[in-house]
């Protein structure tokens, strides 16, 4: 049994209760463009804020090494951006990455995640100099 093979499975699922099942209850989860949350509902109010705001997710963990006390894996990452977003409503999202699970009796106790935010960025619509507002302040923060 994997917990990254789980959370996999129930985010491509849409599942919000199976991957909160797979956090423990003061899990945290470092999102790049959501932030930070703490608690099992602040991670609810996420993770529903996601499925809201997106459609058809493909979330592939294309490799994932595991031992009880944390995880890794890189992953590809796709999804089309819903009409809650009219922005970018209708756009194809796809980006590669990589995530770190920090485990605490086989759950989820800290997860974070690492991707090139401004391939992201640009594939959502940003203008360039829009993006690289969102870069700098990051850097500056």
């Known amino acids: 049994m994997s917990i990254v093979r789980d959370f996999e499975k129930a985010f491509n699922r849409q599942d919000v209760d199976g991957l909160l099942a797979c956090f423990t209850e003061r899990g945290s989860y470092v999102d790049t463009f959501f932030g930070v949350h703490t608690g099992q509902a602040a991670l609810r109010e996420m993770f529903t804020r996601m499925f809201r705001e997106g459609r058809d997710y493909s979330w592939g963990m294309d490799v994932v090494v595991e031992t009880p006390a944390a995880a890794a ?3 590809t990452f796709g ?8 922005r970018s409503a209708g756009r194809r999202v796809r980006f590669r990455g990589m995530s770190v699970f920090e485990l605490d009796g086989g759950r ?12 992201a960025l640009l594939q959502l619509g940003f203008k360039p100099e829009s993006i690289a507002k969102v870069l700098g ?4 923060g």
Do not use: T
């Open 79 to 86: 999804y089309v951006v819903s009409d809650a977003v009219p």
């Open 73 to 75: 894996a890189e992953w």
């Open 137 to 140: 302040r990051k850097l500056a």
């Open 108 to 119: 989820v106790a800290r997860y974070r995640e690492y991707f090139n935010e401004g391939v």
